[in-house]
């Protein structure tokens, strides 16, 4: 029978193997329920969660590993052009179309830019 997660935490579940709700025995139609009603004597399920790893709107999502310590991060958003609008070797100062530029190398000193 299909159950959607709030099944568990709501009212009208009878707790019973063979029968989903009193109002929709054979269970909803769609991804939610309309007649939830969140039963407020029941136990608050404990999410696990990995190191590395967090819950967003009931879904576990692994954060991505970072190439960079904090300072190197906070040393980018000083010096790189996409902040800066200037190079960060002789101060050569790059057009503002940052939508379409993707790559900030500087066509006076050579200075590449190598975070992609």
């Not at 299909?2 to 109002?23: F, S, Y």
């Not at 002789?90 to 975070?115: I, K, L, N, Q």
Request: charged content about 25%.
């Amino acid at each position: 029978m299909p159950k959607i997660h709030d099944c568990d935490r709501c009212l009208l579940n009878p707790r019973n193997p063979h029968l989903v709700c009193a109002v929709h025995p054979s269970g909803p139609d769609g991804d939610s329920c309309l007649d939830f009603r969140e039963d407020p004597n029941v136990e608050p399920e404990e999410l696990w969660q990995p190191e590395g790893a967090s819950y967003y709107n009931g879904e576990l999502i692994l954060q991505p590993q970072q190439r960079r310590t904090q300072q190197q991060q906070l040393e980018l958003l000083d010096t790189h052009p996409l902040f800066t609008g200037k190079c960060p070797q002789c101060g050569y100062e790059f057009d503002r179309d940052y939508t379409a530029r993707v790559h900030w190398d500087c066509p006076e000193c050579g200075w590449m830019d190598d975070s992609v």
